[in-house]
């Protein structure tokens, strides 16, 4: 039978607003997360990252942040902008394996002028 | 730019080739990783070198070989591939074990078409 592809969760944010991308992710016991960002045509490209022991971290008009409790993981995006449109990324890390990253699906956003 | 660069950027190929992926970072990085990205499926990891030693090979056919001659380039020989092996190849690196730096940076990919 035909194999059923992933839909990818898909967000609309008109220029000027802020963008709240979700992850849920897998294991209780990660320590890591990075959030990416994957341009048509190009390879991912690190956004941010938090470690375990926070809750919180903000960049340059980026903020994520993590609950454990309910293992999720958010990304905010300020005054979003056309070249924010692309696939977001969320990654976790477990283990003592250092390297070993698992994505998530990924996110449409789309950033309307 | 992220340091990383991969070579061809894109590959057609039939199933009875033989052809190599090439992936080489600037970075001084320690770690480097092979990864497949298919179309809505998140990105799988593949295979990982830290200090040229293979940590990680994911269940990964044999029809992939990977190499790693040294810790800037890693090479994804490919052989007798089916076309469900037509993907988005990523090249990434990081610092690697025993270093704070888990940061993997990507390369643009290489794109496989398997006929």
């Known amino acids: 039978g035909e194999s059923v592809g992933l839909h990818l969760p898909t967000l609309s944010v008109q220029e000027g607003d802020n963008s709240i991308i979700n992850c849920a992710y897998s294991?209780?016991?990660?320590?890591?997360f990075i959030w990416y960002k994957q341009e048509s045509g190009k390879g991912p490209q690190f956004i941010i990252d938090?470690?375990?022991?926070?809750d919180k971290r903000q960049g340059q008009r980026v903020t994520v942040l993590l609950n454990k409790t309910v293992k999720h993981l958010s990304l905010q995006i300020a005054a979003t902008q056309p070249g924010d449109s692309a696939v977001y990324f969320c990654?976790?890390?477990?283990?003592?394996?250092?390297?070993?990253?698992?994505f998530g699906q990924g996110t449409i956003l789309t950033v309307h002028p | 730019e992220t340091g990383v660069t991969q070579t061809p950027r894109h590959l057609v190929m039939g199933m009875t080739n033989k052809k190599s992926l090439k992936c080489e970072q600037h970075?001084?990085?320690?770690?480097m990783y092979w990864y497949k990205q298919s179309a809505k499926k998140p990105l799988e990891l593949m295979f990982v070198?830290?200090?040229?030693?293979?940590?990680e090979n994911n269940s990964v056919p044999s029809r992939f070989s990977p190499e790693c001659p040294n810790s800037s380039h890693l090479f994804l020989h490919l052989h007798t591939l089916q076309p469900e092996d037509s993907a988005l190849y990523l090249c990434?690196?990081?610092?690697?074990?025993?270093?704070?730096?888990?940061?993997?940076?990507f390369g643009p990919g290489t794109r496989l078409t398997v006929l």
């Open positions: 294991n209780s016991a990660s320590d890591y």
């Open positions: 970075l001084g990085h320690n770690a």
């Open positions: 938090i470690r375990s022991n926070m």
């Open positions: 990654a976790e890390r477990y283990g003592t394996s250092y390297g070993k990253l698992t």
């Open positions: 990434a690196s990081s610092q690697g074990e025993g270093t704070s730096g888990n940061e993997q940076f």
């Open positions: 070198y830290n200090f040229k030693e293979q940590t």
